[in-house]
T-cell receptor, first 110, second 113 residues
Framework: QKEVEQDPGPLSVPEGAIVSLNCTYS??????FMWYRQYSRKGPELLMY????GNKEDGRFTAQVDKSSKYISLFIRDSQPSDSATYLC??????????FGTGTQLKVEL | NAGVTQTPKFRVLKTGQSMTLLCAQD?????MYWYRQDPGMGLRLIHY???????AKGEVPDGYNVSRLKKQNFLLGLESAAPSQTSVYFC????????????FGPGTRLTVL
């Protein structure tokens, strides 16, 4: 079993839809949670970074962490075609090593 | 400020050939990482370095070697390439201390025939 599970998609939604992306994890040592966005043929870029359980909002993006359920989510409101990318969840337990999910491919269609 | 750069962008090798991938960062970061990304597997850590002159193994180190002779550079070597090493390779860097954002390079697409 992988330490981090993420549905690979692809997920296709119409412009303006609310998108929900999720990851589950099994390692209780994970304390820091990140979402990276990766456009086609580019390197990943950090989108959101959270530590504690609860919600963190940044513009149209909301990251949610539920440590008791070992479940994290990323919500995108009013999705735009420019949001079309692969979204990777990532987690840190100790040191500065990231453990990534496999990524969810999102397409927002006009 | 170029951030993290990787050389080359693309490469095709024959089985058994060797090559070196170069990563350079201009952010004065202590930590540097090499990942490979394969379909359905996500990003997997190959080797990493927590400072000049130090290296350590990650999740999938077999078949690769690394060196960090200068703080700004991190080299990934393939001594005898195999088709299983066909992948996209990403370098990343971050500051020392607590957990922090890793900055990624644009990637190197390697095909081993």
């Amino acid at each position: 079993q992988k330490e981090v599970e993420q549905d690979p998609g692809p997920l296709s939604v119409p412009e303006g839809a609310i998108v929900s992306l999720n990851c589950t994890y099994s390692n209780s040592a994970f304390q820091y949670f990140m979402w990276y966005r990766q456009y086609s043929r580019k390197g990943p870029e950090l989108l959101m970074y959270t530590y504690s359980s609860g919600n963190k909002e940044d513009g149209r993006f909301t990251a949610q962490v539920d440590k008791s359920s070992k479940y994290i989510s990323l919500f995108i409101r009013d999705s735009q075609p420019s949001d079309s990318a692969t979204y990777l969840c990532a987690m840190i337990g100790g040191g500065n090593k990231l453990t990534f999910g496999t990524g969810t491919q999102l397409k927002v269609e006009l | 400020n170029a951030g993290v750069t990787q050389t080359p962008k693309f490469r095709v090798l024959k089985t058994g050939q060797s090559m070196t991938l170069l990563c350079a960062q201009d952010m004065n970061h202590e930590y540097m990482y090499w990942y490979r990304q394969d379909p359905g597997m996500g990003l997997r850590l190959i080797h990493y370095s927590v400072g000049e002159g130090t290296t350590a193994k990650g999740e999938v180190p077999d078949g690769y070697n690394v060196s960090r002779l200068k703080k700004q550079n991190f080299l990934l070597g393939l001594e005898s390439a195999a088709p299983s090493q066909t992948s996209v390779y990403f370098c990343a860097s971050t500051t020392a201390g607590g957990p922090s954002e890793q900055f990624f390079g644009p990637g190197t697409r390697l095909t081993v025939l």
